[in-house]
């Protein structure tokens, strides 16, 4: 059975319903989500509730940093960030806040751990950035393998016992074994506001026997959805931003 | 890990353990069997020695293969059949590969006369080529790694120092001492690159190098400082040891051993294209050299040695498709109609701009089934020498330089099967063809375009006269 990775959908509507046709497409029946539902994009309500019906049907959700600030503003986000943050608050209903509010900061999954940021303080919003603060992750948990997102680019990161960790930059759509031999960290790409250069909303597809991760990238309307932030009167940059996915 | 020691008759994850093939450092192999599966084919389990204090490399070497294998198919690599789980018994099982390690043979023979060579040389560079194309590089080619199949088809094994181009180099972290096999080692990969795919075209010269002479080019040195040599100084030419060497063998080989990326050459099939045409392949001074360089060009060499910083990390297709063999086959039997003068505009286009291309110009000389006695005559020998100097001529005005391009007359009652054999024998990326009209008589009889659309096995431009406008 194969499973869908989402992290950071960012309240893209258009991008996050691409990504979850695409996975069904593929035989996906099983989701999960690593946070940051809202911020930044025009549909944070919808996203929520998408969420909210997953979680309902199986799915693994973890909390975001941006889910976090809805309700306990963080003096560390950027003008822009909080600006939206501002703005998604007053789209948000008491049940949407109060699903917010239930979600864990981690989940385990046979083995497989699930955080929004990293392991060793998935509450701090740390991000793992380079080989050394994903050593620190992986040598911080249990589990052999732990998925991520945050920094809106797909990384991967590796460790064999007693050696130095390794980095990998993952090619869209190439499936890559991630081997029992060693442990993992793999950073998904966001779905709604992809910063590796490559505007296509980007999720996390992983196979089982042998284990194997693909950071999918579908195509969506980026247009629509950057058409529907400027519409709601949140900042053109995060319009313009969707269609270089910088 | 303290796995105990397999046995045979041992049964790992249902596959019976017959007999011990080899016990190296890194691993074991055995020949096992899975009753009632494969049709009782035999097959071959590899076994790393996981136990503390084993090279650390022989469990990098195990986990790289374990990816890279399953990912590769082909008759230039043992088939994979399954592997183990790495918390039970880890292991790798493939197909057994019927045939001989060149290092048996040199054991038995010490070297091979240059037809034999050539031969070998041909059939590795098409599966190194094939091996390229499927993103991995070797990066261990030596005689114990390759296998001549009996039919003449080269296997290789052991991908334990190999590199994925699509996957994590699990050795890149490892450590700056060089990873190889001292006499075959590449000069970049003395210096810890890992990603040049004309690394392997270094180890196969050597590999080619010490068949002919029966020596290893740069002979065993056991320290780095020793393998950095290779960076300067040249080897002693093959043909001052084994004078029956001919010179575009010398030429061949000593080019896979060059130091400078402009000398090598663009693809492994460009190799193997050298080495089945011998009388195309431009000699340049390496062909008939019988010294190694004086002082002074060595010291030069020297000075100006590549840095591990000079190799610049890419992909393999990358390098495949700058080096792209491209295949103009036009038809002369009516001198150099419009026809031909736009397949040579055509393949002018597919060439230019990428400086690793080669041109292969092709005609078909068309033999009829009953006369094949007469046309092998002398009458036939100067109706195909007229015809390869028409086709030189054709070709003139594409004013390519001689190491591009290469001039072929093929003999053949049908030219469809001719040129479709040919451009698969040379692992062709590309070929132009004309195509003339499309009168109902031809669509009956079926025309050679359209038989070599179907059945080659590359990229095929058609290349037809707009039709006359008919108006209406």
């Not at chain 2, 690793?356 to 009829?368: D, I």
Request: overall charge neutral; aromatic content about 6%.
């Amino acid at each position: 059975m194969s499973i869908a990775l989402f992290s950071d959908v960012h309240g893209n509507r258009e991008a996050f319903t691409a990504c979850l046709a695409d996975a069904r497409r593929r035989g996906v029946a099983r989701f999960v989500l690593l946070g940051d539902y809202v911020g930044y994009g025009a549909d944070p309500a919808w996203v929520v509730e998408t969420v909210a019906e997953l979680v309902g049907q199986g799915a693994f959700a973890v909390l975001g940093n941006h889910d976090a600030g809805v309700e306990t503003p963080d003096p560390g986000m950027n003008p822009v960030a909080t600006f939206a943050l501002n703005w998604t608050r007053e789209q948000l209903s008491p049940a949407h806040l109060g699903f917010l509010r239930s979600l864990p900061l981690s989940s385990l999954d046979e083995g497989r751990l699930y955080v929004h940021a990293n392991g060793w303080a998935p509450g701090d919003w740390g991000y793992v950035t380079s080989s050394v603060e994903a050593e620190r992750s992986i040598r911080s948990v249990q589990q052999r393998w732990t998925f991520c997102g945050h920094t809106h680019v797909p990384m991967l990161y590796h460790m064999a016992p007693h050696r130095p960790p390794g980095e990998f930059e993952p090619l869209p759509n190439k499936p890559v074994p991630l081997a029992a031999s060693r442990r993992w960290l793999a950073v998904m790409g966001s779905v709604g506001q992809p910063r590796d250069g490559n505007p296509a909303a980007c999720y996390g597809l992983l196979r089982r026997d042998p284990l194997e991760l693909t950071m999918v990238r579908v195509p969506y309307d980026a247009d629509e959805a950057a058409r529907k932030i400027l519409a709601a009167g949140l900042p053109e940059s995060l319009a313009r931003r969707l269609k270089t996915g910088r | 890990m303290g796995q105990s020691r397999p046995q045979p008759g041992d049964v790992i994850d249902g596959f019976r353990l017959d007999t011990l093939v080899h016990r190296g450092p890194m691993s074991t192999l055995w020949r096992v069997s899975r009753p009632g599966r494969e049709g009782g084919a035999p097959l071959v389990m590899k076994i790393p020695s996981l136990a503390e204090g084993e090279d650390v490399s022989a469990i990098v070497g195990f986990e790289l293969e374990q990816m890279i294998l399953p990912r590769l198919s082909g008759p230039h690599v043992p088939r994979f059949v399954a592997a183990g789980d790495f918390d039970e018994t880890p292991h790798l099982v493939m197909e057994w590969i019927e045939g001989e390690s060149l290092q048996a043979i040199l054991a038995r023979e010490g070297k091979l006369a240059p037809e034999r060579v050539a031969a070998i040389g041909v059939a590795a560079a098409r599966a190194l080529q094939d091996l390229h194309r499927q993103h991995v590089i070797h990066l261990d080619l030596k005689p114990a790694n390759i296998l001549l199949r009996p039919n003449g088809d080269v296997t290789f094994i052991d991908f334990g120092l190999s590199r994925h181009d699509e996957l994590p180099d699990l050795l890149a972290e490892e450590s700056d001492a060089p990873m190889g096999t001292s006499p075959y080692i590449s000069p970049e990969q003395v210096l810890g690159v890992r990603t040049e795919p004309k690394s392997d075209h270094f180890a196969l010269g050597a590999v080619l190098y010490e068949l002919t002479t029966g020596r290893q080019p740069f002979g065993d040195p056991q320290r780095k400082a020793g393998m950095m040599r290779r960076l300067w100084r040249d080897p002693l030419p093959p043909r001052a040891i084994e004078p029956s060497c001919p010179p575009w063998l010398q030429e061949a080989i000593l080019r896979c051993l060059a130091v400078e990326p402009a000398r090598l050459y663009g693809s492994a099939a460009q190799l193997a294209f050298a080495l089945s045409n011998p009388e195309q392949a431009p000699l340049g001074p390496n062909a008939a050299k019988l010294r190694q360089d004086g002082f002074w060009t060595v010291l030069r060499r020297r000075l100006r040695a590549p840095k591990r910083s000079d190799f610049q990390s890419r992909r393999v297709s990358a390098d495949l498709d700058a080096a792209a063999i491209v295949v103009a086959a036009v038809d002369l039997a009516g001198g150099v109609d419009e026809l031909a003068a736009r397949v040579r505009v055509q393949a002018g286009r597919a060439v230019e701009g990428e400086p690793g291309a080669r041109l292969a110009c092709v005609t078909v000389l068309k033999t009829a089934l009953l006369s094949l006695e007469e046309t092998a005559g002398d009458q036939g020998r100067s109706a195909y020498v007229q015809r390869l100097v028409e086709l030189k001529d054709w070709a003139r005005e594409l004013a390519l330089p001689a190491d591009k391009v290469s001039y072929h007359v093929l003999e053949a009652v049908d030219p469809a099967a001719a040129l479709i054999d040919y451009v698969s024998k040379n692992q062709v990326d590309h070929l132009v063809l004309g195509a003339r009209g499309s009168s109902a008589l031809r669509r009956y009889l079926g025309s050679v375009s359209s038989e070599v659309v179907a059945k080659a096995p590359c990229t095929v431009t058609v290349v037809r006269l707009r039709a006359p406008d008919t108006g209406g």
